[in-house]
């Protein structure tokens, strides 16, 4: 094994050869074989390990075995310790999800602080397949089916193209001691039921199913590559950029033969789980929404809208604004200041009749029905109209906030226009001027 593993890093991983390098040790058969391999081959590596604290004196047993492996080998070795079931409780999250979020994260904090360049963990053949058949039970797009990825920015792993099988017989020609984790023999957990159970009958069916399921990888892959083309292709069609907003072209969208394949293509990376609520929007009504836990998709017009979820979209208000206040930093930035000007500088900034007004102050959004008496029109107009009229997009209506007094009179639409029943004129004495920073 040890040549051919020599031969696959030098195929497929030279840059591993002259770098610095960690390698995430659990004390498990997989990443001690690593740890050999790579110390037969000189590379210029340490060791890290997590202690998850998950099997009492056993955990700690892991961690002791590690140490004694670097201090054998005589190389440096960092270890660290996670209140793991605490950190799943406070992010409602699985052991499984937990552990691997908490060691990424320290991995890649010991790659920046200690400047490695690469952490190698010892995935391998078996852990791909066990992979595939979890992806394949709850069900996924053809990116779950592409295996583990040997490359993952700076997370590397050499051991994919290896079975178990090849790591235990090196294991036992080379005398090596490694720790049995006894939960990875409960098969309460998904994995290890696929590991003990399902695994072992494909075997039995297709004694050579570890190297067919390679095979299947390498045809897998190869159409996902000929999918992003296509993918890369269609998003030069009907995706702009905005002022950092994503845009789809409803119209170039209908003209797809597969809507709904594209849109998952495009925009799976987001979040989004229910995709014929996210194809129906391309021609539902302007104003309707898709949500993921991060991201929202609106139609405005003739286009989809991809945008974060923010806070702003549910505060609604209103604040409160006290007399005494001369500057306001939430929800928007306001400075207040007493003036003798008559004229604004721009349309970010009303000058009004202090007498006039009735405190507190408020700052809210805009709801249908509200109306103001514009400056310079007789009469009153609602305020969609006043959109309308601007042509202003649905975000752009959702970004608008109203300063109202206390008997919620509106006295600016910020940004766009005063009421007229605040004005001021040649004899007012007491004045304010209200701006807003953008």
């Known amino acids: 094994m040890l040549k051919k593993f020599k031969h696959h890093l030098h195929q497929n991983f030279p840059f591993l050869e002259d770098g610095r390098l960690l390698i995430a040790v659990s004390g498990g058969i997989d990443s001690v074989v690593l740890v050999h391999l790579c110390h037969q081959l000189n590379l210029n590596f340490s060791l890290c390990h997590c202690n998850f604290n998950l099997r009492g004196h056993e955990s700690d047993d892991d961690e ?35 552990a691997r979020d908490l060691r990424y994260a320290w991995f890649y904090e010991l790659l920046e602080n200690k400047q490695y360049d690469y952490v190698l963990t010892a995935h391998n053949t078996n852990d791909n397949l ?43 020609k080379n005398e090596i001691v490694w720790r049995e984790d006894k939960s990875n023999a409960r ?40 999918i992003s083309d296509a993918t890369k ?22 003209e797809l033969s597969n809507k709904k394949a594209y849109l ?96 507190p102050l408020s700052l809210k959004k805009w709801h249908h029905g509200d109306a103001i008496n514009p400056i310079g029109m007789t009469g009153s107009k609602k305020i969609s109209q006043l959109f309308k009229d601007k042509k202003l997009s649905l975000l752009d209506k959702e970004k608008i906030w109203l300063l109202c007094d206390a008997k919620d009179t509106i006295i600016w639409v910020i940004g766009l226009r005063q009421d007229r029943r605040f004005t001021v004129n040649k004899t007012t004495k007491n004045r304010l001027k209200i701006s807003f920073i953008s």
């Open 187 to 226: 098969i309460k957990y998904i994995r290890n039921k696929v590991r003990h159970k399902v695994i072992p009958t494909l075997q039995e069916i297709n004694p050579h199913v570890l190297e067919s399921f390679q095979n299947t990888l390498e045809y897998l892959n190869e159409s996902q590559s000929i």
């Open 64 to 98: 002791a075995y590690v140490k004694n492996l670097a201090k054998n080998l005589q190389i440096p070795v960092y270890t660290t310790s996670f209140e793991t079931e605490k950190y799943a409780k406070e992010n409602k999250v699985s052991i499984q999800v937990a």
């Open 233 to 254: 292709n269609i998003s030069e069609k009907v995706v702009t950029y905005e002022n950092d907003l994503l845009k789809l072209n409803c119209k170039k969208l209908t």
């Open 130 to 172: 066990e992979t595939f058949i979890i992806n394949l039970t709850r069900g996924s797009g053809l990116e779950g089916f592409t295996g583990i990825p040997p490359i993952n920015n700076k997370a590397v792993r050499p051991l994919l193209a290896f079975s178990r099988d090849d790591i235990t017989l090196f294991a036992i």
């Open 264 to 359: 998952y293509q495009l925009l799976h990376t987001y979040g989004f789980t229910a995709w014929n609520d996210v194809v129906d929007l391309i021609s539902g009504q302007a104003g309707k929404q898709v949500f993921s836990k991060t991201h929202r998709l609106l139609k405005d017009r003739n286009f989809l809208i991809l945008t974060t979820n923010t806070k702003n979209i549910t505060e609604k208000g209103p604040f409160l604004i006290k007399e005494t206040s001369t500057e306001i930093s939430h929800p928007i930035n306001l400075t207040i200041q007493e003036t003798s000007d008559g004229i604004p500088e721009n349309k970010h900034q009303i000058i009004i009749n202090k007498d006039l007004v009735s405190y």
